[in-house]
């Protein structure tokens, strides 16, 4: 596979440190998006059997999702959804060996050298959504009745936080993620995302991806 650079580029976090000061983050800069029947050509070009077992047809498909990441692509499966690289800042190792996240607050400190893979992200197909739904049709709480999973948020600065430490680590989101997630109604969580994403004090993108609306930070 023929190595070429991962292009990223810098964004400006919504909030400010504890100490006030504007820090940095590092996002994939996609050009374009391989679709199923790219994959199926270059499948072709290269004679792949069409007997191929099933572990051959994933260990194809892992490397070749990977090399069309190293061309700055995203990957749509069709009826599937679609896969795309997350990245992020190396983390600074203390002298115990302890990871520490990486604070950056001058945006020409940040180089290819210290820009890391972190994750693969991946918004499903409404097909694919659609299919789980009508499945996936019979559901038992695995903890006893009445336990909650996650702390409730009441305070709006607290929640802001919570939706933007999530976004570094996740990129995006759903309405429906958001409403599980952080257990409100459906309008409640319309409510507050139209909210962080509108007025100078907008955190939040809304992009819409298939049949739903997701997430990222602005």
């Known amino acids: 596979m023929k190595e070429l650079p991962i292009k990223f580029s810098v964004h400006k976090n919504p909030l400010k440190d504890k100490q006030g000061n504007t820090t940095y983050q590092v996002r994939p800069d996609t050009q374009e998006t391989v679709t199923t029947k790219t994959l199926k050509e270059h499948r072709e070009y290269y004679n792949l059997q069409d007997n191929f077992t099933l572990e051959g047809v994933v260990e194809w498909l892992k490397k070749e999702m990977v090399e069309q990441m190293s061309f700055n692509r995203r990957i749509h499966l069709q009826g599937i ?82 939706i933007i430490d999530y976004l570094t680590e996740h990129e995006c989101f759903s309405t429906n993620f958001f409403r599980k997630y952080w257990h409100v109604t459906r309008y409640r969580a319309e409510a507050i995302l139209q909210q962080l994403c509108e007025g100078e004090d907008a955190i939040l993108v809304r992009k819409k991806l298939a049949r739903a609306y997701f997430y990222f930070l602005k």
């Open 81 to 162: 959804g679609t896969f795309w690289i997350k990245l992020g800042l190396k983390p600074i190792i203390d002298e115990n060996g302890k990871k520490h996240k990486r604070i950056v607050t001058d945006p020409k400190a940040i180089t290819g050298n210290e820009v890391v893979v972190t994750g693969v992200n991946f918004v499903p197909d409404s097909e694919f959504m659609d299919y789980a739904i009508e499945h996936l049709v019979y559901f038992e709480n695995s903890a006893p009745r009445g336990s909650v999973g996650h702390s409730e948020y009441h305070d709006d600065k607290e929640l802001r936080q919570e």
